[in-house]
């Protein structure tokens, strides 16, 4: 753990450059969700508490190097006002003499929102004068954004090189959580690697079965396991074409010695529609005209009891259609036990990326876990093993 976090920092009288991602849904100029900005809400306040003065940086939206004014952040100012309880006020740019000049100006106890970064074509490219120029307006940086930190923009990378720099509390919650899941585990560890296809996770597939003691593959990804080894899974959602990538992974898994779980006994139906007609059959045996779209009670049950053997376990993605029922059951099922075992103090959870959340919170099961990372793509990028830049520019 090479990295800072704000309790290493001198903050009294300090402006500290902190770099957001409140990139929150809008309905006609009204946040709709504010859980973005709810998560780096005990950031500011500890800022504050320690005397710093925060200068939000944030981007939002894709103006793509242009002023757009329907990404402005300055219609998030009277959120971020009532979130964190304290007045924010705002400059209508993140570099340059409005910005110094907002900067010097703030007072104590204030916030001050900086214009969406990506207003400036610079952002994106990562420039050094650019950073230079957002660096000036700060003393300390701190980086509470780990959902940016898989790109090496200027506000997540460059500007991390330039001043004392730290991690935020959310984003220390998400390194510390991920070191636990797969950095350093308690194990034996289990991943549940789910949703639609291979294609998209053939990298984290690949990771995984280095760091992992149990892979459970479920979802339409573990048909094309099942293809891939001669199986016919009917009419199926399958990538024919990654039978040798899914036969590579299971060869590199057997070589390594970690155990490659697919489903038993799957459940099949003829349409791919609410409440339609279905039967569970063995994994062997799906009908020509059916397709599979959950894993069966008897896989569930092998599942709940790798996870009663496990200490740690990482999931991504759901184990069957989830969106519909009755095929979100198996992803219920798993999901509520993981959750049971987490309360009880038996398991280290961290769940996250794509639709994960959102299955996780169907089956009510998200609170439970220990740690939900709603960061998506960063959080996938960790999981194929890669180093994020936004994360590896604090020292980590
Ligand atoms: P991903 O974004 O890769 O995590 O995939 C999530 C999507 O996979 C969800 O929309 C699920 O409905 C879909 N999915 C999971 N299992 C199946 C399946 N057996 N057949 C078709 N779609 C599935």
């Known amino acids: 753990m090479g990295w800072k976090t704000l309790d290493d920092m001198e903050l009294e009288g300090k402006r500290v450059l902190t770099r957001v991602d409140i990139n929150v849904p809008l309905e006609d100029g009204r946040v709709t969700d504010a859980t973005r900005i709810e998560r780096v809400a005990p950031t500011i306040a500890d800022i504050l508490k320690a005397g710093g003065k925060p200068i939000l940086l944030a981007h939002f939206g894709r103006p793509k ?15 971020l006002s ?102 350093d585990p308690k194990r034996p560890v289990a991943a549940v690697v789910g949703g639609a296809k291979v294609s998209t996770k053939i990298d984290l597939l690949s990771n995984l079965v280095e760091k992992v003691d149990r892979l459970i593959i479920g979802g339409g990804m573990a048909n094309t396991f099942l293809s ?13 074409d990654l039978a040798a990538t899914a036969k590579e992974i299971l060869q590199k898994a057997e070589d390594i010695g970690c155990d490659v779980v697919l489903p038993c006994d799957v ?35 092998r599942i709940n009891d790798i996870l009663d053997h496990s200490s740690t376990l990482i999931w991504n993605g759901p184990l ?23 309360r009880d103090g038996k398991l280290i959870s961290v769940a996250g990326g794509g639709d994960t959340v959102a299955a996780l919170n169907r089956a009510g099961a998200a609170e439970d876990f220990t740690y939900i990372s709603t960061a998506g793509g960063a959080f996938l990028e960790w999981m194929e093993g890669k180093t994020l830049p936004g994360v590896a520019a604090l020292g980590a």
């Open 320 to 342: 069957g259609a989830f969106e519909i029922a009755p095929f979100d059951a198996a992803t219920n099922a798993a999901a509520k036990h993981a959750a049971e075992l987490s």
């Open 228 to 240: 891939a080894q001669g199986i016919d899974v009917g009419k199926s959602l399958s990538e024919a």
């Open 82 to 183: 009532e979130v964190f309880g304290v007045p924010v006020v705002f400059a209508p740019d993140c570099a340059g003499p409005e910005a110094r000049s907002a900067a010097e100006k703030l007072e104590d106890g204030q916030v001050l929102l900086l214009e969406n970064t990506r207003f400036h074509a610079e952002e994106e490219q990562n420039d050094e004068s650019f950073a230079e120029e957002m660096a000036k307006l700060g003393d300390i940086y701190c980086n509470d954004a780990f959902s940016a930190a898989h790109r090496a923009h200027a506000s997540t990378e460059a500007l991390a090189r330039k001043l004392p720099c730290c991690a935020g509390r959310l984003m220390q919650a998400e390194l510390e959580a991920l070191e636990k899941a797969l950095g």
């Open 267 to 301: 459940v099949v139906a003829r349409e791919f529609k609410e409440n339609a007609e279905h039967e569970t059959v063995g994994a062997l045996d799906c009908p020509a005209d059916a397709m599979i779209l959950d894993a069966g009670e008897m896989s569930v049950a």
């Open 65 to 79: 190097g242009k002023r757009v004014p329907e990404m402005s952040l300055e219609q998030l100012v009277p959120a």
